[in-house]
């Protein structure tokens, strides 16, 4: 007999809990992911921090998902061939449509099974339909003292990123203009 679905929260409540979103994913690192001195290759560490960042914005919003933005990553130390990698993820804040997810990984180091922080990120998912409509998410409630300090974090990252977005937008209006002046042709 199939077992009963599982979904205490169900699909469209207003509130999700941190918990309810953590996601964990965990790789081998093989040759394929591994540059000439053996070492990840930050691309691949990249892809993987996406992808896990993006499982538990999917479990907040329970829709389509895409990346809007990936803040600075430091990559503390390399990552070796055959190292196994255990990337967790969690959702910091919900906003209307977008989330923002803390993505944290580790590799432990097969041989003599220690385990060190590698890199963390955080990153931006907004949530659509099937035809990219921008879709409202469900609020997220932090329970403990480190998911409420999250939370305030997530509101200052996401203040920060408008300014630079906007200043960004400033400086290419201006690069246009000068081209403008200076381009005969145009
Ligand atoms: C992300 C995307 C859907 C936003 O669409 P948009 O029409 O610009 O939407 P808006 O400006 O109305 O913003 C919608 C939400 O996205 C957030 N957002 C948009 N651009 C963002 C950025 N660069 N960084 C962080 N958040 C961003 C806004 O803050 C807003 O959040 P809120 O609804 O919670 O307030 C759109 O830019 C897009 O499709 N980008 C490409 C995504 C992609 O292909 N990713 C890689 C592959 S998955």
Excluded: C
Aim: avoid cysteine; hydrophobic fraction near 35%; aromatic fraction near 4%.
């Amino acid at each position: 007999m199939n077992e009963p679905e599982t979904n205490p929260q169900g699909n469209n409540p207003m509130t999700r809990t941190v918990q309810s979103t953590q996601s964990e994913m965990t790789e081998i690192i093989l040759p394929n992911d591994t540059n000439t001195l053996g070492n990840l290759l930050g691309g691949r560490l990249m892809h993987f921090i996406d992808l896990t960042g993006a499982m538990a914005a999917y479990r907040h919003s329970r829709t389509h998902v895409v990346t809007a933005a990936m803040d600075h990553i430091d990559f503390i130390r390399p990552v070796r061939l055959g190292d196994l990698l255990t990337l967790k993820s969690s959702v910091n804040r919900a906003f209307t449509s977008s989330m923002e997810t803390g993505v944290k990984v580790w590799a432990e180091n097969m041989r003599t099974g220690g385990v060190v922080h590698v890199a963390s990120a955080y990153l931006v998912f907004v949530a659509v339909d099937e035809h990219g409509r921008l879709q409202k998410v469900p609020q997220l409630v932090p329970e403990t003292p480190d998911e409420v300090r999250r939370f305030a974090d997530a509101l200052r990252r996401r203040q920060h990123r408008e300014r630079e977005s906007a200043r960004r937008k400033e400086e290419r209006l201006v690069t246009a203009a000068l081209e403008d002046q200076t381009d005969p042709s145009r």
